[in-house]
């Protein structure tokens, strides 16, 4: 009875809490008061996917901005100005990007915002942008995002374009006289946007696609979309994906002894994809950014030493390996400083600043213009190979 | 290489039960813990996790041999199950069904923070566990890890088999399953029987993570994907029964590497699902589910 | 309907109108838009769940068969709004009733299942037909919903009509729990043997039902789609339907007025915790977003533990303490 007694008023006192904290949540989320009026700094946000299903893309994203707000920081800052970013976590998820765009916009009043990480939270968070006019510079790679650029004169993208992947594969295509393509992409935007263009652009380079098949995010075997590859007689396999799944089909390729060549996608550019599908992976191809293989990039290159430095700096910060991805969001502080120091905190100006912007870049040597939001070609990817385990680059 | 009808045939069979193998296991989670409590725990996918993420720890990161890492990793994960038992489960005083089911959600969402905190939000691989060289076998060639996931159900399917028929815990852990007040009456405490079927089933979850990592790469966020087929497989097998969900964990898996193999591999799963219901609406209990003991479970 | 429910009803009406008032900012108002969409559906799930007795982990799909009407019909056919809205329903209601009839016969885990395997179906669907739904690269560019002329493309304008349409669902709810198919719903959630027995057609009733709440996840999903002006199969897996059913049972599934509550705190949650984390960022302590993780799940898992019936009845019992503290407290003080 006593013990009984005891329980109920713990019930109580909990439910007491409970209930509490709900007012005060109401009461604190909507205190409209802003805690951070600091005019004597510069405010910019960034949104990335920090956690939920794409968190491994807004990780590297946001280690990278913290650390360059604090390395600008303490060197004094821009204009003598502090640099303030205020990141928002979209869990990769539409709904949240729309909110997190609102918030920085409306109650952060930021001059321009860094991210989101995913084409589909960008997708979403792009109207919200365009009508608040500021400018929004998203790390993703959809193309679609800067279509038509009139209605998106408030919209950069830091990412190098699908379709320059697919120029770049075809290219090297042409040059080995291969023709019959058997296409297989893992069913996400960023899988799905690389199969249109595969399939677009195959007439142009008078390639065939004799193949076109799919796998989900979370297969673990594809031996079943390899026969049908296989049997379709292509001479070449493009697997173009972004999520872990991709390394299963070299293994599956190996085991089911195919032996022609296999290209990837710059999806591929994580070194632990490569490493998960061990000795499978040697020798397949695929096109990325340079960072990947800084080290084995000639020094003379323009991008050299600006990597080396991000690659020793990132690496020894964070004790992970460096990524195209955390690149995007690098080569957007560094633009955005840039436009800082020039034209100050004005979003016209800042926008104005950028569509003219050059610069070299991790992701490639940019050259914005009013027409060309995104301002790289596929000069800026590089055909890389897997050369015991590392990434090299096929041609030096 | 020689490439014929029934060497592709054989060559989606063999696709079809290394993904059935995975599905049942995760299904026979589901199966005990139903059993004792009439509840689908939906932190069953955030064990299977926490399984494959230690394993990877253990083995890469400490370097130990793979039978003691994999015996560490179970018996880890076994105790995360207890726990959760006696911290979320055990205190609750009115059970009913729904609220036991957002429970293990809320559980869910704890481990799935647990697990990012600590393993980080990238994939973790392993190596398979004997190689990467495939058996041929009338042309059709099967990955040794595949013949080790279909020898590891084998081996708990019989350690099921007897544990339930001939040990006194067992037995006891069926009679509450089919009757808990009189498993009561007879002497049973119910509520230990609860703890030592999440025990039981976080332990067969972690095996699942085990033996699935070397083949997907594992990340915290995987165990929604991996939990649902689970759960899906363990209802048209039948809840409760475990036998029913080896077969109806086969046999999704075939049939999804068959349609994906002969129909259309954009909606390999979306058929797989749709023949399941179509299972289900002519048997509402599943294939091997007895209509009597659904009705006793009943929210 | 009941004299409380008026009295709420008024309640929620009065604090919608002068909200705006209050809060200027669009951040915020765009955050309760959302929490409008969710209280749509989570009424509708409320009456299949809590009044029904019938489980549903396949409202997602309700919601994207709507948004996706709508994309597809306004943007891709240049139809008019309403007119995609219409047909929204119309599809997710004759959706409902073929994926009814077969399910409905099913019980517990058993329907839940069946409800999930549908709205997984659905999802794929919506990722594989390219052609159709735009994959998952999605639909663009559809237009904001104009409402006698007026276009809704500000945040207040769409505050004001989101929360209107939640006020006219909970006005048709109500009337219909209050009404003989409400009974008889209830007769159904008690025993279905002894409802049938009575004479209520169980079958007929929960197919009614079913479909009455795939209408209201319809129409939010059309409101979504006009609100964002994009979609992608994103927020239409199972997860949401998940958190769907968790919004409905934090609430209390047993009153409507419950699942608004549920709907309201977990929309408003993450939102807050948000907050929360700049706060912390402000005062200069190391705090990730990560955590939020742990808290959400944490709160979830205390609600659970400490307020088995929801938070509406939860209050309730806070009420019924408090007041016997007063009387208590006014004894002491006559004697």
Known sequence: MMINLRRQKEVRAVKRVLWCGFVLMFVFFFSTATLYADSKAYHVGCIFAITGKASWLGEPQKNTVEMLAQKINESGGIDGKKLVLHIEDTQGDNTRAVNAVKKLIKKFNVCAILGPSRSGTSMAAIPVAQAANIPLISCASAEIMLQPIEERGWIFKLAQNDSDAVRKIYDHLVKRGLKKVGVITGTTGFGAAGRDFLIKMAPEYGMEIVADETYAPGDTDMTAQLVKIRNSGAQVIVNWSIVPAQSIIPQNMKQLKMEIPLYQSHGFANIKYAQAAGEAAEGLIFPAARIMAVDTLPKRHPQYALMAEYKSEYESTYKDNVSTFGGHAYDGIHLLSGALEKVGDDPAEIRNYIENARFVGTGGIFCFSPKDHCGLDKTAFELLTVKNGKFVVLEP | ?299 | MRHKDYMGLGILLLVIIFLPFVITNDYYLGVLVFTALNCLTCIGLCLLMGYAGQISLGHAAFYALGAYATGILTAKLGWSSWMAMGTGVIISAGVAFLVGVPSLRLKGHYLAMATLGFGAIIHIVLIAAVNMTGGPSGVVGIPSLHFFGIELNTDTRFFYFSWSTVIIGLLLALNLIHSRVGRGLRAIHGSEDAAGSSGVNTSVYKIKVFMVSAVYASVAGSLYANYVNYIDPGPFDVMHSVLLLTMVAVGGMHTIWGAITGATVLSLLPEFLSSMSDYFESLGLSYQPDYDTLIYGGILLLMMLFLPEGLVDGMNSIRRITSTMFIRARKKLVF
């Open chain 2, 1 to 299: 290489m020689e490439s014929g009808g029934f060497t592709d045939f054989l060559q989606f069979i063999f696709m079809g039960l290394q993904r059935g193998c995975i599905y049942a296991l995760v299904a026979m989670g589901f199966n005990i813990i139903y059993s004792a409590t009439g509840v689908i725990n939906f932190a069953q996918g955030e064990f299977v996790v926490l399984g494959g993420l230690m394993m990877v720890t253990l083995t890469t990161g400490f370097g130990l041999s793979i039978v003691f890492a994999f015996l560490i990793s179970t018996l880890f994960v076994t105790i995360i199950g207890i726990l959760m038992e006696r911290c979320t489960i055990n205190p609750v005083k009115k059970p009913t069904v729904l609220r036991l089911i957002i429970i293990t959600i809320a559980v869910s969402i704890l481990l799935k923070g647990v697990a990012m905190i600590i393993w980080g939000k990238g994939s973790h691989y392993m190596r398979h566990f004997s190689g990467s060289d495939p058996f041929v076998i009338a042309g059709a060639t099967i990955l040794p890890q595949t013949l080790w996931i279909i020898g590891i159900l084998g081996v708990i399917v019989v350690a099921f088999v007897v544990f339930f028929n001939l040990t006194m815990t067992g037995k006891s852990m069926r009679a509450c399953a089919i009757n808990r007040d009189a498993a009561c009456l007879a002497g049973i405490n119910d509520r230990n029987m609860v703890m030592l079927s999440f025990a039981l089933s976080a332990g067969i979850g972690a095996v699942a993570g085990i033996i699935v990592t070397p083949i997907i790469q594992m990340d915290y966020a995987r165990g929604a994907l991996l939990g649902l087929k689970g759960f899906g497989v363990a209802v048209v097998g039948g809840l409760g029964n475990s036998l029913g969900a080896v077969i109806a964990g086969i046999l999704v898996g075939v049939l999804e590497a068959l349609s994906g193999g002969y129909i259309s591999s954009h909606y390999m799963d979306a058929i797989a699902l749709l023949i399941l219901l179509l299972v289900l609406f002519v048997r509402p209990s599943g294939l091997f589910g007895s209509s009597e003991a659904s009705r006793l479970k009943e929210f």
